[in-house]
């Protein structure tokens, strides 16, 4: 199934029938790790719309004439495809990775809530399923590093200028939080994780324990644990997640642990 072209031209018809869209969060990529209630919403919608990477993680559970397929980059127009769909009166599955509202699909579809008169509102349900989170993850994998407060910075500046990235990790590195960095580099931004290495050794010291988890929970999943002076040379890519310690964080063997205590 592809979506029509009344995607592309914004509009948007409903019937007299309710509907329900459900923004599924799929989790770190494991189909082991998907909730049951991620579960039970794909098996109960008519419809499964997503990006073609998390549409491939259950294209064992999910029957295929019910996917629409949309590329990366397209998230206003399969917000505007689910909600055409939900207002024809038809269950709805959006899915995503990790959860929806962690850089992901729940802003495209909550900005359009906000843009509908409160009649139209009215004939969709809409319902948030969180799924496990990159982060969490890959704490799991490596202890107790988010045992304190932690912040999680995305790196990418496709949404966020640089200029703003950067004082939001000053501020959380200045603060002594363990912060959490997604999305390290991409073919377009090679640099940027060396960028936030400048920022972070202002406050923290060379030695401070870092997990690099790249691919996680997949057959080609690579963790480390690192300093943050030696963070830049493991392998990293917009697939990975890097933990880095406060001051209180130590690292033991394969455990990277920052204790619960103030």
Known sequence: MSPDNDVQDGAIEHDEQKGKL???????GDVKQITPAALEALSESDVVIGYKLYLRQIKD????????????????ERALEAFRLALEGMKVAVVTGGYAGVYDMAAPVFELVAEMEADERSLVDIEVIPGITAVNMAASTVGSPLAQDFAVISLSDRFVPW???EKRLDAVAGADMVVALYEPSSRHRPGQLGKAQEVLLKHRSSNTP??????ITQPSEKIGITS??????LEHDKRTVIIVGNSKTKSVGDWMITPRAY
């Open 22 to 28: 459900t923004l599924v969060g799929l989790g770190p």
């Open 61 to 76: 559970l999910v029957d295929q004439t019910r996917v629409q397929e949309f590329p990366m980059g397209k998230e206003q």
């Open 163 to 165: 200029e703003q990235i």
């Open 210 to 215: 870092v997990t690099v988890a790249r691919e």
């Open 228 to 233: 943050l002076e030696k963070m830049t040379e």
